[in-house]
Every structure is written in C-alpha cells, then in structure tokens.
C-alpha cells in the first residue's frame, strides 16, 4: 500500500456503558476503495462519524488527510466529501440549486461553482435535468446526485455511508461505476455497507463485529482464509461471533 492517507490507531467510542467502536486500526491508501461491512449496529457509522470530524473520540488517534481528527476537525471537513445514510439534499430545490449550494459550502469560489457544476452534470447525464427539482427525482437519481454533490470541491476522501441503501440491483451497479470512476482519478473512497456482494467491488475490506475489526484484508483473501466462495459467506462465519444485538 502507499503512504496512508488515513491512519487509525485503537480509536474507541464509548458512550457510557455501551461501547460502540472498541479500539480499532487501520490504514487506507490513496485511491482506495476500503470497504468498512459489517451487520447494522456493529459500529461502522460511529466509527465513520469520528473520521469525518462530526463526533469526539473517547479514545484512540486517527489522522484524516493529514489532519489529527481530534483537533483539526474543522480542516478534515475542507478536504474530505461525506454522503450521509439520511438524504440530506434539498427536496424543494433543483439539481443544480442543490449543487451549487453545496459548493459554496465546501468552499468553492463563486467562479468556481459554475464550471465544476457543468463538469458534474456531462458526468452525471444530468445535463437535460438541471432545473428538476431534486424531490420530484427518482431515489437511485437522488443517491447519485448526491454522491456527486459530496465530490464537487474534488476531495481527497470521499466518505459513503450505507450509499445504495434502498435502491435497486440496477441502480447499485451504476453507483458503483462511479465510484471506481472516482477512485481511478485518485480520490480515496472509504464506504460501509451491509451488502456484503458490494464487498467485491472494493480493494480491501474490513468485517466489524461489535464495535471491533475482526478481519482486514482484500476479499480474494478473506476468501481464501475462510474457505468461502462469497464475500456473504465469510460475514456469516464472523457474525456467528457477534454478542450484541443490533
């Protein structure tokens, strides 16, 4: 792997009694698609809030792009994208309303914003769909209008969470071509999923159980290692493991 541009080292989130992420570690590479699976409830959104900058960790480092994710919250959020599980577009504005709004948001000159809009739309097939409003679009339209908006200040780090919740078979597939796409201009995307056939699109991918990493590897080796024949298969050895409800 090259230089990491995320490291992790025992980052933990406890919240009183309840131990959400236990002491966790990992690194990511540049352009890397990292897969973070695991059963709803393992941990995976809390671990994935506490790299973005959006909540506090009870223990443990990490290092987003550089930046310590416990003092340099503020700069992680200026270099990273993140694609929440809740659609957080606005429903009463249109595609390109919306994709404006979120450039100057992430910090986009305002003569910036037109030209990376354009861009956006051509690479989307969007371009006859500007001016519909984002309520009236279908839900697979809307998850990757909302992937694009995540990647319009061109981030080092995409963050996905649970992106293709919902959606059809179809519609997954093509989500996915964008993020290959996305990665093969080097953006690292760093994503959680509980579909586990999604883990073959990734280069590496851990399976969290409990708030804890129970295995890390590219999924030809997890595999290999499992004598599996699917990725779903090797989850279903490690989830027999699991303690905790979700």
């Not at 959020?77 to 709004?101: C, W």
């Not at 969007?126 to 984002?134: G, I, K, P, S």
């Not at 339209?141 to 990647?151: D, P, S």
């Not at 992106?163 to 093509?174: A, E, F, L, S, Y």
Request: one cysteine or more; charged letters at 25%; a negative charge.
């Amino acid at each position: 792997m090259n230089v990491p541009i995320i490291t992790v080292r025992n980052l933990t989130k406890q919240f009183d009694d309840f131990v959400a992420v236990d002491h966790i570690s990992f690194d990511v590479g540049k352009g890397e698609i990292f897969g973070f699976l695991g059963a709803n409830g393992a941990g995976k959104t809390t671990a994935m809030r506490m790299l973005c900058g959006l909540s506090y960790p009870t223990d443990g480092t990490g290092l987003v792009a550089g930046y310590d994710i416990r003092t340099e919250s503020e700069q992680i959020k200026r270099h990273i994208g993140y694609m929440s599980q809740r659609f957080s577009l606005y429903q009463d504005l249109t595609v390109a309303e919306n994709m404006e709004l979120y450039g100057g948001i992430y910090g986009l000159s305002s003569k910036e914003i037109p030209t990376r809009v354009e861009q956006m739309l051509n690479w989307l097939h969007f371009a006859d769909h500007r001016n519909d409003l984002v309520g009236s679009l279908p839900l697979g339209w809307k998850q990757k209008l909302a992937f694009m908006v995540a990647a319009i200040h061109r981030p080092e780090i995409i963050f996905l969470d649970e992106p293709t919740g919902g959606v059809d078979p179809i519609t997954r597939q093509q989500f996915w071509e964008l993020i290959r796409l996305a990665a093969s201009e080097g953006t690292t995307i760093f994503v959680t999923t509980h579909y586990m056939d999604e883990a073959e699109y990734c280069d590496r991918v851990t399976m969290m159980v409990d708030g804890q990493i129970r295995a890390l590897d590219t999924p030809e080796n997890l595999r290999k290692k499992y004598q599996a024949d699917t990725m779903e298969q090797v989850f279903y050895k490690l989830a027999r493991e699991a303690k905790r409800g979700e």
